[in-house]
């Protein structure tokens, strides 16, 4: 199938058309210095209509020292993991909770990027205000969606594609200077967002590609974002992250990683590699197998996801 027809098949299976984005009424709830970036409490609007739990997006913003609207800097949109920590959210990547490996957000601030960590919907503080919670919560939400002919990964890339709109606003960042980054589901959500967002130039994920084929041969139970229906008749999973190309991607996988096994990522990769061998850009397509890994963030992972944004974003 062509790359436009698989592109049409998929915004049909996600639900459609997002809406125009207005007004995103940004607040500062709160405020911190830290040791070599500033942490600010943010809110700002996803969606128009009443501010509830469902259309106002709760997140954290780094600013390094030293970032100002006289020195801007890149900057870098931070999909958190799942993990099945629906209480945790943005704030492991912000460095307040969860495991220290994934306070990336962190990281990446005292590297001189401008990050932005948001909660995705069910998660965090998008997690209060509903009778679920947890697993149900996101079963709930997932259904929600489905009966209205849209998916859950529709929502989320909905709310992705604000929070692009939110960090390129700061006046401390290079709005032509954005990437984004994510872990096992802010992975998936990295790979699901690229073909919505032109503005993001150079797009990281770590640990997962989990394809249709491979979640029905392990019967595996995967996060609902990955599930986007009608798709598999037309492609699967590495057909999306590949109408990322040219622009620059890069991924990053454990070889024991039992929730993305390895004999489909490989496949996948070579279906991403030929779309962007296709427009001729091979260089901006690269991928990194750790042997003897799982469903981790290593040493070596961390050093392909650095010095692939300093390659993309500082130019």
């Not at 909770?97 to 962190?106: D, L, P, Q, S, Y």
């Not at 590297?111 to 996101?138: H, M, T, W």
């Not at 890994?293 to 992972?301: C, I, N, R, Y």
């Amino acid at each position: 199938m062509a790359s436009g027809d698989f592109r049409d098949r998929l915004l049909a299976g996600l639900g459609g058309k997002w809406p125009i984005g207005g007004d995103l009424h940004p607040q500062v709830l709160d405020e911190k210095q830290e040791e070599g970036f500033r942490r600010l409490k943010v809110t700002y609007q996803a969606e128009s209509g009443e501010a509830n739990h469902e259309t106002v997006v709760t997140a954290y913003l780094l600013i390094p020292d030293g970032v100002s609207e006289k020195k801007k800097a890149p900057g870098i949109c931070l999909w958190h993991q799942h993990n099945g920590a629906w209480h945790l959210g943005a704030s492991e990547p912000a460095g307040l909770a969860g495991m220290k490996e994934h306070h990336t957000g962190v990281a990446l601030a005292r590297e001189g990027y401008v990050v932005l960590c948001p909660d995705a919907y069910g998660f965090g503080e998008r997690s209060k205000g509903f009778k679920q919670s947890g697993g149900n919560l996101e079963r709930f939400l997932f259904l929600k969606y489905v009966v209205a002919g849209k998916s859950l990964a529709w929502k989320h890339i909905l709310d992705m594609r604000r929070a692009v709109d939110f960090l390129s606003s700061r006046p401390e960042v290079s709005a032509d200077r954005l990437g984004c980054y994510g872990h096992s589901m802010g992975s998936t959500h990295t790979w699901l967002v690229g073909p919505w967002e032109p503005r993001l130039k150079a797009l990281c994920g770590n640990c997962c590609l989990p394809t249709y084929v491979g979640i029905h041969r392990e019967q595996m139970l995967h996060c609902f974002p990955n599930f986007v229906p009608g798709l598999h008749q037309y492609g699967d999973t590495p057909d999306i992250a590949a109408l990322i190309a040219p622009r620059p991607l890069h991924l990053n996988f454990g070889e024991l990683d039992g929730g993305s096994p390895i004999d489909e990522v490989r496949r996948g990769i070579e279906i991403i590699r030929k779309a962007y061998q296709s427009m001729h850009a091979d260089k901006n397509f690269t991928s990194f197998i750790e042997e003897k890994t799982g469903h981790v963030l290593s040493e070596k992972m961390w050093g392909k996801v650095k010095e692939f944004f300093a390659t993309n974003l500082r130019g």
